[in-house]
């Protein structure tokens, strides 16, 4: 991979994630947010990128590129009776889609959460993004149902399917 350095978000990162955010939002409708990225101040962003970082049970990793974020991924703990599990996410910029960006972030996230006693990992992914769901039954996803109308935009309606990875059987 040419040039591509993977390492954790941290809280100086903050500006380059928003800046980031809105790029991938403006890319592609398989996100929660479009082009106007996520409602969080560069302050917000700091002290939850610093909250990732203090947590064993969640990470923040991004892929850097001549300087500038061009993918993400990221998983987040759950409490209590729940600590065995995280749910994850992960996106690249267009311009760098089937480069292996998002396999090298799964990488990374499978490593550290076999390092974090993390069992299980879920995601929702649009049940039409082929691309996406393809990467993660690469790495042993299974899919174990379809929301139905998960997002609408505008009149449109959108069904998700839920994936997870229980790494007790790997």
Known sequence: MENIEIRE???EDAEKMIEYLKKIGGETDNLTFGKEGLPVTIEQE????????????????GAWKC???????????????????????LAIIKSQW???IGSMLMEK??????QNDIEIIQLEVRSDNENAIHVYE?????????????FKIG????????????????
């Open 46 to 61: 700091r002290e939850f990128l610093q909250q990732s970082h203090s947590s064993r049970q969640s990470v923040q990793y």
């Open 98 to 100: 089937n480069k292996g």
């Open 155 to 170: 009149n449109a309606y959108y069904d998700f399917e839920m994936m997870y990875l229980d790494l007790r059987q790997q």
């Open 109 to 114: 996230l499978i490593e550290y959460a076999r």
């Open 67 to 89: 300087g500038e974020i061009v993918g993400h991924c990221n998983l987040s703990g759950f409490p209590r009776r729940m600590s065995h599990r995280a749910e994850m996410s």
């Open 138 to 150: 690469k790495y042993g996803f299974r899919r174990i149902g379809t929301i139905p109308a998960y």
């Open 9 to 11: 978000l941290l809280p």
